[in-house]
């Protein structure tokens, strides 16, 4: 297999209204905190979703101003090549890498070339600003 689904995310304007919902649904429990960066969710409105032996970890966020969607994240080993080669292929950079300058840990947006939004996570090399 390449590389594997890491990371989903449940984001809109009201995330506390979002938690309840899917924890009631499916009997998700969050530890509410930070997202990476405030681009994806507002401070202190993230419930990361734990994963189990056979699921994916998660979160569930956002705030006012950050729009409605579900996205999911792939595990990568350079997100800033991810999204340079997603851009080669014809998708668009949405975001990222973030937090800018690289890093052990790190995220990025694109939109496929039928306009879908996907992620990938995991370190970059990055140096500030490049391709945003």
Known sequence: MGSPVVHFEVIGEDPATLRNYYGALFGWEYQVGDATTQKVSAPGEYGFVEAGADAIAGGVGGGPGH???????????????????????????????????GGDFAVGHFTDPEGNLVGVAGPSSAAGGEGR
């Open 67 to 101: 729009g409605r969607r579900v996205l999911f994240y792939v595990g990568v080993a350079d997100v800033e090549a991810a999204l340079r080669e997603a851009e080669r292929l014809g998708g668009t950079r949405r975001m990222g890498p973030e937090p800018e300058g």
